[in-house]
Structure formats: structure tokens, C-alpha cells
């Protein structure tokens, strides 16, 4: 069984650049949320995606976008990056939006 | 609005010796409780969580926690600590609005384990 993937590792961005992260969930899972880790802190819920569609957001600008596909895999789009955007971001996967959630290891976002 | 402290920010202990982590929660109904680990650079691990029932919980590499609704706690215990456990812990609480789930987290406890 293949656990939560996200991908990129690591990147760099600009300061008003654009960014798209990706996370594929677990097999079987069809809710995915994403959560904000700055350093020394715990993660931060930004929204979920429960088939396809957004159902729950955190206090995040809309800046913060997401996608989920017919696979139930997902993307996270963040427009005019600042630099307080640096973070690790987290993707994670349930079976359903109330049962718990597993984690990818995470994308290192550094806006410089 | 949901809520969780972990009051200690680092703690060290002697491998081989007894490990208890602090977690109160503050939330206006039952909630779903959570604990997860994190190395260095990496995402968060489930250690074990409650639903309901049986509030000692079991959950993997020999933790434990217990839910004590009087103290709004659910501390994490470990009988005997091995050097593989220095981490990074988050207590979370899960709830929200109809139809999702949101975990909040602590700020974390990071664990130092002494030779």
C-alpha cells in the first residue's frame, strides 16, 4: 500500500512568484487536507478536499488555492508568494473527512 | 474555537527511563484527540488517536495516552524510553464544521533522550 507522496522535496521561489505543490493520497482515500508548518511550529490547517470539492478552510487568504482530481489527488496553488510563505507544507489523506489523517513527509517552500 | 497546549516545550530524559508528554485541549464537544511524531525534516507520523471508548489507548512503538475528560487532558506515556524516540511531538485535536474534520495542533514538545 502506498502511503501520502508529495512532491517537490524542496524549492525556492521569489518573493511574488507563483507556486503549485502536489500530493497524491493514500490509496482508498478520497479527503485530503493541507496544513502550514513555519518553523518551531505546529502545522496549521489551510483547507480540505473532500471529492473534488473544498469543504473546510482554515484563516488563509484566498491567495491559497487547491485542486483535487478524480483520483483524489491534490494540488496546492499559492499566488504572490511573501515571504512569511516559507514553510513546510503538508499534505494529508483520510479515508473519509472524519477518520485520522496520514501525512506526507512534506514540501520545504523557501521564499526569498 | 479549538484549542491545545503542550506545555513543555523540551524535555530530556535517560534512555530507558518513564516519558510522560502534557496535552490539554480546550473544544465544546467530544473531540477526536491525536498524537503525532516528526523527525527532523520530515512529515508527522500517527502514533494513536481517540475516537471514543476505552480512554487508555494503545498505540505503535509502545506509547500510550489517556483521555481524562475532567482535565480536558490526554497525555502521552512511554514505560521506558529508547534514543530512537528523540523527536519532535504534536498533541491535535480534530473537529470543525459539518462535513470536515480539522486538526488543530500544539506547538510541540521536542524530546531529547540522554545516553
Known amino acids: 500500500e502506498t502511503g501520502v507522496t508529495q512532491s517537490p522535496t524542496h524549492l525556492i521561489k521569489t518573493r511574488g512568484q507563483q507556486v503549485t505543490l502536489r500530493c497524491s493520497s493514500q490509496?482508498?482515500?478520497?479527503?485530503v487536507s493541507w496544513y502550514q508548518q513555519a518553523l518551531g511550529q505546529g502545522p496549521q490547517f489551510i483547507f480540505q478536499?473532500?471529492?473534488?470539492?473544498?469543504?473546510g478552510r482554515g484563516n488563509f487568504p484566498p491567495r491559497f488555492s487547491g485542486l483535487q482530481f478524480p483520483n483524489y489527488s491534490s494540488e496546492l496553488n499559492v499566488n504572490a508568494l511573501e515571504l512569511d510563505d516559507s514553510a513546510l507544507y503538508l499534505c494529508?489523506?483520510?479515508?473519509?473527512?472524519?477518520?485520522?489523517?496520514?501525512f506526507g513527509q512534506g514540501t520545504r517552500l523557501t521564499v526569498v | 474555537a479549538q484549542s491545545v497546549t503542550q506545555p513543555d516545550i523540551h524535555i530530556t530524559v535517560s534512555e530507558g527511563a518513564s516519558l510522560e508528554l502534557r496535552c490539554n485541549y480546550s473544544?465544546?464537544?467530544?473531540?477526536?484527540l491525536f498524537w503525532y511524531v516528526q523527525s527532523p525534516g520530515q512529515g508527522l507520523q500517527l502514533l494513536l488517536k481517540?475516537?471514543?471508548?476505552?480512554?487508555l489507548v494503545q498505540g505503535i512503538k509502545g506509547f500510550e495516552a489517556e483521555f481524562k475528560r475532567s482535565q480536558s487532558s490526554f497525555n502521552l506515556r512511554k514505560p521506558s524510553v529508547h534514543w530512537s524516540d528523540a523527536a519532535e511531538y504534536f498533541c491535535?485535536?480534530?473537529?470543525?464544521?459539518?462535513?470536515?474534520?480539522?486538526?488543530?495542533f500544539g506547538t510541540g514538545t521536542r524530546l531529547l533522550v540522554s545516553p
Open positions: 494529508a489523506s483520510s479515508l473519509t473527512a472524519y477518520t485520522e489523517a496520514f
Open positions: 490509496s482508498g482515500h478520497n479527503t
Open positions: 478536499y473532500y471529492r473534488e470539492e473544498e469543504n
Open positions: 473544544y465544546g464537544a467530544t473531540p477526536y
Open positions: 481517540y475516537f471514543s471508548g476505552d480512554t
Open positions: 491535535a485535536v480534530g473537529g470543525g464544521g459539518t462535513g470536515f474534520q480539522k486538526l488543530v
